[in-house]
């Protein structure tokens, strides 16, 4: 397949997920879509009986299609839409952003002392096409006492990550061990990434 674009539209706000593309060398402008409380382009909710894997692909997949969407309707370059989703998983159960510093603090006493998967979703939108692929990873804390989980949170950091967390920031103090992928857990699998823009004749590199 050609080279269809030199660069991408990222679907995104995520200040982490701009840092990996720039780290791997992808050219992309930014494709903001809404997220007001009346109007948003994007339903997180997760469906009854959802596994985490389906959640982050089918989340990944609609932002990326919405982004097409909101593309057509305006005269710009049409250059492939990224999207990406990033669920922190314990218990069987899908752990989003906090939405406050409570719901922070609690999040981060789920995943002291012991192991969690991170499931990130990576899609790519263009002309009608959409695929996603899904990197799942397992994160393992220390133990973390009231006062440690306190003084993160006081910090802000926690805030906007799922999870409560993130690992590129002062939680990495609290990560014994990784299995999988790091570029994953901070919300942009660079992997799945650079097969996704393979398949669609975006050469890296070049």
């Not at 840092?19 to 930014?30: A, D």
């Not at 789920?110 to 990576?122: I, M």
């Not at 699998?189 to 669609?200: D, K, S, V």
Request: proline letters at 5%.
């Amino acid at each position: 397949m050609p080279n269809i674009a030199s660069r991408i539209y990222l679907a995104s706000r995520s200040p982490r997920r701009r840092e990996l593309l720039r780290q791997i060398g992808v050219h992309y402008e930014m494709l903001l879509l809404r997220e007001s409380a009346d109007r948003e382009d994007v339903d997180e909710t997760p469906l009854p009986d959802e596994s985490s894997v389906a959640y982050v692909e089918r989340i990944a997949y609609t932002k990326a299609t919405a982004g097409w969407a909101r593309l057509m309707q305006r005269s710009i370059p049409r250059y492939p839409v990224l999207g990406a989703d990033t669920s922190v998983v314990v218990d069987n159960q899908i752990l989003g952003k906090p939405v406050n510093s409570q719901a922070a603090c609690d999040m981060l006493r789920k995943l002291a002392g012991r192991s969690h998967e991170v499931v990130t979703g990576v899609a790519l939108a263009y002309e009608g096409r959409c695929e996603a692929l899904v990197s799942t990873s397992i994160v393992t804390f220390r133990p973390m006492d009231e006062a440690e989980v306190r003084a993160y949170v006081s910090t802000g950091e926690p805030l906007d990550k799922a999870g409560g967390y993130a690992i590129q920031g002062r939680a990495a103090s609290f990560v014994t061990h990784l299995t999988g992928s790091y570029s994953g857990v901070m919300g942009l699998p660079l992997f799945e990434t650079a097969q996704l823009l393979e398949r669609f004749g975006i050469k890296l590199f070049e």
